[in-house]
């Protein structure tokens, strides 16, 4: 499984927008970019999921440039309920039979009002 | 809502002791994934099953143990319990769409006094 880097903390303000970047130097060929939200004591959340470019849903949205070595997951205008921790995961979600994930330390945002 | 129910929400025991943790994934997933989260360990894989069979083994003492039911249902035993195994047990599902994205269930804390 490719390891994965992003910031261990970020500090934003409500309402403005939050870029995490990511970075997976060893990403493979088949894999898929998966960011995951978790807040205290709550199982982990799914937020996006993208293999290139840019992916968009009603939460966030996902670059990913050509190279696909890094990704930024961008939350736009956040509140005070964005506070979290947020994982950065990179896997074959395709491969048939066994995925374990791994998680690192994740982002842990903290939104100020 | 995931559509991954855990029970029970909480659970305290005493050392020496075993407990069960029940799982139902989401309705069609095949593959259940248990994961244990403590303070100083963060989030570890510990085992999957698919459609009742062990498919992967992560981090899993010999004290535990896991099966998956014709029903699809998952038990994690946690048998002759340690202070150390006080933490948040998570359970994942995936597999409705032929991939394995995977969802969380509010999971299990577990305290052993």
């Known amino acids: 499984l490719a390891k994965t880097t992003q910031p261990i903390s970020m500090d934003s303000y409500e309402g403005q927008e939050v870029n995490i970047t990511c970075s997976h130097n060893?990403?493979?060929?088949?894999?898929?970019i998966t960011w995951y939200q978790q807040f205290p004591s709550q199982g982990p959340r799914f937020i996006i999921q993208?293999?290139?470019t840019k992916v968009t849903n009603e939460v966030a949205s996902l670059f990913i440039p050509a190279d696909r070595k890094s990704s930024t997951l961008s939350l736009p205008r956040v509140s005070l309920s964005d506070t979290a921790v947020y994982y950065c995961?990179?896997?074959?979600?395709?491969?048939?039979?066994?995925?374990?994930?791994?998680f690192g330390k994740g982002t842990k945002l903290s939104v100020i009002p | 809502d995931s559509g991954v129910t855990q029970t029970p929400k909480h659970l305290i025991t005493a050392t020496g002791q075993r407990v069960t943790l029940r799982c139902s994934p989401r309705?069609?997933?095949?593959?259940v994934y248990w994961y244990q989260q403590s303070l100083d360990q963060g989030l570890q894989f510990l085992i999957q099953?698919?459609?009742?069979?062990?498919?992967a083994k992560g981090n899993i003492l010999e004290r535990f143990s896991a099966q998956q039911f014709p029903d699809l249902h998952s038990e994690l035993n946690l048998s002759s319990l340690e202070l150390g195994d006080s933490a948040l047990y998570f359970c994942?599902?995936?597999?409705?769409?032929?991939?394995?994205?995977?969802?969380f269930g509010p999971g299990t804390r577990l305290t052993v006094l």
């Open positions: 994942a599902s995936s597999g409705r769409t032929g991939e394995n994205t995977q969802y």
């Open positions: 060893n990403i493979a060929t088949n894999d898929y």
């Open positions: 993208g293999y290139k």
């Open positions: 995961l990179v896997g074959d979600i395709l491969l048939a039979g066994s995925y374990q994930l791994t």
């Open positions: 309705s069609g997933d095949l593959s």
């Open positions: 099953y698919y459609n009742g069979e062990e498919r």
